[in-house]
């Protein structure tokens, strides 16, 4: 076995532990893997809600834990129509779906299939073209044309979306990465070209026959793409075993996956910015797979990491040489072919040589998370600033996005219903989420859990809005759903608690729940959480330290969700915030983004909420120091914190307090502020019009 000098040794060493501290260590990695995992059950256990017939499968980089803040991976997203059937043999027919034969064939390249239409009343062939999505060939078969995948999707998930071959693909913004959603249709069985992987076995032992077992029994996806070298290319759908290829990163050790991370570096320093399109990441994949299975598992150790990516790197290079990067799986279908121009070949190898040959010292030039710089430092024994917190932060944000996005898709069904109506769809969601999770396992039951408590808040809000309407009380039906949902997080469950006793007019039962939740938000700790907009995040050390520590438990402690509220809320709404219910103009409607449900409720950001029903539940009470304190707090919240997602709300709500203060012109201000930050589809044009009426006719000071 090849032994490394103190110098090899030396660096690989520090190497792994630069690696570590951006957060490639195992622990960040086991949690990167569960939040995306969690993601994909959140998703589909939302889709069932709304009856929705497909399924949605989080792969690639960011679902492995194989990226960094630096390398800014998509999300890869396959989105499967479950009313597909697709077969290897007529024995997989099935009555009353659409039934589609795969065809692997000589005619077919290597890696790819056709799909031929099948009746779906009886195992026999489709003999009509049904529209121009399909194609006779010249033995009489029907066969589907690639173009139909991305038509398979539903416009739920296309809007925001820009084609982009087999993919749609949502811009990133802010330095975020995008996400690509993947039509693809799903076949349970093994595909035959794979067959024989099952029975290879290298002198690494590796994969062993019970992974093998495991992915063999994940089957395969057909995507919308032809292999560029076919003369049927618009007729080819390209075979993925995605399924299985999750499975294999998640049975490496470290070291392969520092490894694995690494070359992607290598990739976005070197040959990315000069030539792009030609070695992807997915081919870094494959080299990699290849060695761990014809080296001994002891080879792959921290101390041997730079021996282990030089060899990567010379695999990476021969396979440029000859132009040939077999598929792991399907060896017969070339990565490469096609994918490297014959001028650009000599520089990508010389480019390649050079790094293999610099013993390590070409990593330094590396700015990717500055490791170059990192790693300098670190050969010097300077201490360095961790970012794993940093990631973890980061992770936990996405769960707390991901549960208000399924969320807010649940709920955009009933936002113009009416009571009876909404409290139906609500019943259903609850009692479907419980069905899931009885029968579920693992994350499935945690997704399902992470959600209900949101349902629940919602229909006990709307049920004690219908109390009030009807006697001005509260059921004690209505206050049993709120309690379910109070510890979702920190703020905005029992803030709407608050709410309902602020507009019943209990002021002592409301300064309860408000002192309550002032309590729990430690604002060095706990962190605002909006998905209505993009915008820049700033992370706060105590949040990172939380999330870095906790999994999805956290955001009951650490985060403070928006409180949002339907028009069937709106005898819990104050008067002073349903105004936010009618914020859009027909322009605006015509406008405004279909993604943007939120646009018809009233939402706002738990801080500057909390503080605004201090202000006028103690005013109310007569209790003046706390009223100052609670107004001087609103303004500091809506001038200074950095991560509020709604600052235009906070400041119509403190202009509305400013108007009960007599001071008009602050107030004015403070819409035009808000007009400024969101020019459409604001509430501050109507207290502009009213204010500028009353303070024309001398009434500013009456108003109220």
């Known amino acids: 076995m090849f032994q490394a000098s103190d110098y090899i040794e030396t660096v690989s060493v520090r190497l792994s532990e630069v690696l570590a501290d951006i957060g490639v260590d195992e622990r960040i990695v086991l949690k990167s893997r569960r939040t995306w995992m969690l993601t994909e059950s959140t998703n589909n256990s939302a889709n069932q809600l709304q009856d929705k017939n497909h399924t949605a499968y989080f792969l690639g980089s960011r679902s492995e834990g194989t990226t960094t803040p630096g390398l800014e991976s998509d999300t890869d997203c396959l989105i499967c129509k479950n009313n597909f059937n697709v077969v290897q043999d007529w024995s997989g027919w099935q009555p009353g779906v659409h039934n589609l034969l795969m065809i692997q064939d000589d005619t077919v390249s290597p890696g790819y299939c056709l799909l031929q239409r099948l009746r779906d009343d009886a195992p026999l062939p489709y003999n009509d073209v049904p529209n ?62 794979a067959r024989p992987w099952l029975n290879l076995q290298g002198a690494g032992q590796w994969p062993s026959d019970d992974i093998k077992r495991y992915c063999s029994n994940t089957g395969c996806f057909v995507v919308g793409v032809g292999s560029k070298q076919s003369e049927n290319e618009e007729l080819e759908l390209r075979i993925s075993t995605s399924l299985a290829e999750r499975c294999l990163m998640f049975n490496l050790n470290i070291t392969q996956i520092r490894c694995y991370v690494l070359m992607k570096m290598v990739l976005k320093t070197y040959i990315k910015p000069h030539y792009e ?31 282990c990516l030089s060899f990567c790197l010379f695999v990476l290079y021969t396979s440029t040489l000859n132009e040939n990067c077999p598929h792991f799986i399907i060896p017969g279908n070339n990565l490469m072919a096609g994918h490297i121009a014959h001028e650009s070949k000599p520089r990508i190898l010389e480019i390649l040589q050079h790094i293999i040959n610099s013993e390590g010292t070409a990593l330094l030039g590396i700015k990717c998370d500055a490791l170059g710089a990192r790693l300098q430092l670190k050969l010097n024994n300077l201490f360095l600033f961790k970012t794993s917190g940093i990631v973890s932060g980061c992770l936990l944000i996405h769960t707390a996005h991901m549960i208000n ?9 009933i936002s113009n219903n009416s009571y009876e109506v909404a409290i139906q769809i609500l019943l259903k969601y609850i009692f479907k989420l419980v069905t899931i999770f009885n029968q579920s ?27 009030i309407q009807q006697y001005n009380g509260i059921s004690a039906e209505a206050l049993s759903w709120i309690t379910l949902g109070l510890n979702t997080d920190v703020s905005s469950s029992k803030l709407k608690l608050a709410s309902i006793f602020y507009c019943r007019g209990d002021f002592y039962r409301t300064v309860i729940v408000l002192t309550d939740i002032e309590g729990r938000y430690d604002q060095t700790i706990v962190e605002p959480v909006s998905g209505c907009r993009d915008y820049v995040r700033q992370a706060m050390r105590g949040f990172n330290e939380i999330s870095d520590n906790h999994n999805e438990e956290a955001l009951q402690f650490a985060t403070a969700s928006c409180v949002s509220f339907l028009r069937c809320e709106s005898n819990c709404i104050p008067n002073e915030l349903q105004y936010e219910l009618f914020r859009s103009t027909e322009e605006d409607l015509a406008l405004r983004e279909p993604i943007n449900y939120w646009m018809d409720w009233a939402v706002v950001d738990s801080l500057p909420y909390l503080y605004f029903l201090q202000y006028r539940t103690y005013s109310y009470l007569g209790r003046q120091d706390d009223k100052e304190r609670a107004l001087s707090n609103l303004i500091r919240t809506t001038e200074q914190e950095p991560n509020l997602g709604h600052r235009e709300t906070a400041l119509n709500l403190l ?50």
């Not at 693992?442 to 109390?467: K, M």
């Not at 459409?680 to 109220?704: D, E, P, W, Y």
């Open 132 to 193: 121009e999505h399909f194609f006779q060939d010249r033995t009489g078969r029907i066969l589907l044309s690639n173009t139909i995948a991305p038509g398979s999707l539903t416009a739920n998930y296309l809007t925001g979306y820009v084609d982009n071959g087999p993919a749609y693909t949502q811009l990133g913004q802010h330095g975020n990465a995008g996400v690509d959603l993947v039509p693809a249709f799903h076949c349970k069985t093994w595909p035959l070209q």
């Open 277 to 307: 399109g030609t070695i992807s990441s997915f081919m870094c994949k494959t080299v990699l797979f290849k060695l761990i299975a014809n080296t001994q598992s002891s080879f792959w150790r921290e101390k041997n990491l730079l021996v």
């Open 405 to 413: 996005d399924s969320i807010t898709f649940g709920l955009h069904n």
């Open 441 to 467: 396992q693992g994350l499935n039951r945690t997704a399902c859990s992470l959600q209900a408590p949101w349902f629940c808040t919602t229909l006990g809000s709307i049920l004690a809005s219908l109390n």
């Open 655 to 704: 202009g509305q307090c400013m108007e009960r203060e007599d001071r008009p012109t602050d107030a004015l201000g403070c819409y035009l502020l808000s007009i400024h930050l969101r020019g459409r589809n604001n509430a501050a044009k109507f207290h502009i019009c009213r204010l500028l009426s009353a303070m024309v006719n001398h009434q500013a000071g009456t108003m109220f």
